[in-house]
T-cell receptor
Framework: GEDVEQSLFLSVREGDSSVINCTYT??????LYWYKQEPGAGLQLLTY?????DMKQDQRLTVLLNKKDKHLSLRIADTQTGDSAIYFC???????????FGTGTRLTIIP | GAVVSQHPSWVICKSGTSVKIECRSL??????MFWYRQFPKQSLMLMAT?????????EQGVEKDKFLINHASLTLSTLTVTSAHPEDSSFYIC????????????????FGEGSRLTVL
């Protein structure tokens, strides 16, 4: 079946940039997403990118998509303590609303 | 953005009892809602797709009789964990998709805050 993978942990110093990586296996994925989950809370959509794009920027967030390698990354510039959370990447196929989630990357900010 | 609310946020119950979790779209109508469960330190696993006015579609391996889903209105879906056992303890999250102009589907979902179920 389809698989979405992420590294489990990432630690970054406050003020530095964080880069969270994700790989997926389904070449027919049309939408790719990044969600943020804070402790005890549901998921908050941060951003998404269509598969025909290779980059999307939204304030401190930059999403890069390498469709050939099926690699997605989320860069958070000037990482703050409030960015501490688990970040999930997910993909879906157009017309199919099911999302397949990665295992999540726990981002820890070092003061 | 759109708001999806779950109730209760957490529930503790005895083994063998049934627990109902509600998922409401507060400011939009959702013909389709999704139920996920999340085990500690794991990702979200889709359990079922809830369709208003029709039967839910369950993912492979999810017991229909165990996890009853009812989507009686365009703003409410419920998940009932019947005869709950300790292994059913988990974080249950629902999501709903807003309808967009022209009927296009960006696949953007809004998630509830989650409901933590602990079965003793």
């Amino acid at each position: 079946g389809e698989d979405v993978e992420q590294s489990l942990f990432l630690s970054v110093r406050e003020g530095d940039s964080s880069v969270i990586n994700c790989t997926y296996t389904d070449s027919s994925s049309t939408y790719l997403y990044w969600y943020k989950q804070e402790p005890g809370a549901g998921l908050q959509l941060l951003t998404y990118i269509f598969s025909n794009m290779d980059m999307k920027q939204d304030q401190r967030l930059t999403v890069l998509l390498n469709k050939k390698d099926k690699h997605l990354s989320l860069r958070i510039a000037d990482t703050q303590t409030g960015d501490s959370a688990i970040y999930f990447c997910a993909d879906s196929y157009f017309g199919n609303e099911k999302l397949t989630f990665g295992t999540g990357t726990r981002l820890t900010i070092i003061p | 953005g759109a708001v999806v609310s779950q109730h209760p946020s957490w529930v503790i119950c005895k083994s063998g009892t049934s627990v109902k979790i509600e998922c409401r779209s507060l400011d939009f109508q959702a013909t389709t809602m999704f139920w996920y469960r999340q085990f500690p330190k794991q990702s979200l696993m889709l359990m079922a797709t809830s369709n208003e006015g029709s039967k839910a579609t369950y993912e492979q391996g999810v017991e229909k009789d165990k996890f009853l889903i009812n989507h009686a209105s365009l703003t409410l879906s419920t998940l009932t964990v019947t005869s709950a056992h300790p292994e059913d303890s988990s974080f249950y999250i629902c999501s709903a998709r807003t309808g967009l102009a022209g009927g296009s589907n960006t696949g953007e979902l809004f998630f509830g805050e989650g409901s933590r179920l602990t079965v003793l």
